[in-house]
């Protein structure tokens, strides 16, 4: 099993980073090794997404499950994808108007070992870097 997470303090109020982590569909404008992102379904409170990411060219689909509290927490959950295991938290704590404290975290595992000895050092790095891509992205957009 893979795991990485990592606390950060931004120039942005929680509200601002808790939508651009929901901002699903806009993922494959910022996030380097998506290619592809669809929201399924909305309800309250939960969504189910599909994503399609680019791993050394090589195209893989994942559905997810996302439980959220706005401005406060996202839960990601793996419904279907070459995953064994995924699992993902955002947390978006409210310091003031001008900034907030971002936790993420996440777990994963693929199902195949071929595949788990190819795209995990990729799939890793670009999770150790997801932070500030949602922060840079906020710079983008003139939020922060």
Same mark, same amino acid.
């Given at each position: 099993?893979?795991? #990485?997470?990592? !606390?950060?303090i931004?120039?942005a ?5 808790? $939508? +651009? ?14 290619? &592809?992102?669809?929201? +399924? ?12 990411? $680019? +791993?050394? &060219? ?5 559905? !997810?499950? $996302? ?5 406060? @927490? ?6 279907? &994808? ?9 947390? #978006?704590?409210?310091?003031? $108007? ?9 777990? #994963?595992? #693929?199902?195949?070992?071929? @595949?788990? +000895? ?6 890793g ?20």
């Amino acid at each position: 099993m893979h795991c #990485f997470e990592e !606390t950060k303090i931004l120039p942005a109020s929680a509200k601002v980073m808790y $939508d +651009l982590v929901m901002d699903i569909e806009a993922y494959p404008a910022f996030v380097p090794w998506l290619c &592809g992102a669809e929201i +399924l379904e909305m309800k309250v409170n939960e969504l189910s997404a599909e994503l399609t990411m $680019d +791993l050394a &060219g090589t195209k893989h689909k994942f559905q !997810t499950v $996302d439980y959220f509290i706005p401005h406060k @927490l996202v839960e990601i959950r793996l419904l279907s &994808g070459p995953f064994k295991f995924l699992e993902s938290v955002w947390t #978006f704590e409210h310091i003031d $108007d001008q900034s907030c404290k971002v936790h993420f975290s996440i777990e #994963f595992e #693929f199902k195949n070992m071929m @595949l788990d +000895l190819v795209a995990s050092p990729i799939f890793g790095a670009a999770c150790k870097t997801m932070v500030n891509t949602f922060e840079k992205r906020a710079r983008s957009l003139s939020a922060i």
